[in-house]
């Protein structure tokens, strides 16, 4: 996709009901920023995230910029939580096909 000059959109879903959400996106994130970092300037990526379960988890995904943007997935929360959360998370727009 990229090669052909489009940008891709990435979309790892984290499952909100996880006893360890928040391990799974700290690893999650992790290999976003390390694979993100092998991108040429000419290379970038839309992130489509589950809403994380810390305030402004993905901050450093939204700032890299490699990143032209990141959308949250409601993930399964219902409207009102999934937008109470997106709140809560800067530089993220919804993209909340279920709530």
Known sequence: IIS???VP????????DAKDKGECE???????????????????VMLKLTLPSS???YKECCDHP?????????????????NEKLAKNSGIIASFSRA
């Open 4 to 6: 052909k000059g489009l």
């Open 66 to 82: 490699r990143v032209v943007r990141v959308v949250a997935l409601s993930g399964g929360y219902s409207k009102d939580v999934a």
């Open 26 to 44: 700290a690893i999650l994130k992790q290999e976003i920023l390390t694979n993100l970092d092998t991108l040429s300037e000419s290379q970038n």
């Open 55 to 57: 305030d402004n988890f």
């Open 9 to 16: 959109i990435i979309e790892p879903e984290v499952n909100i």
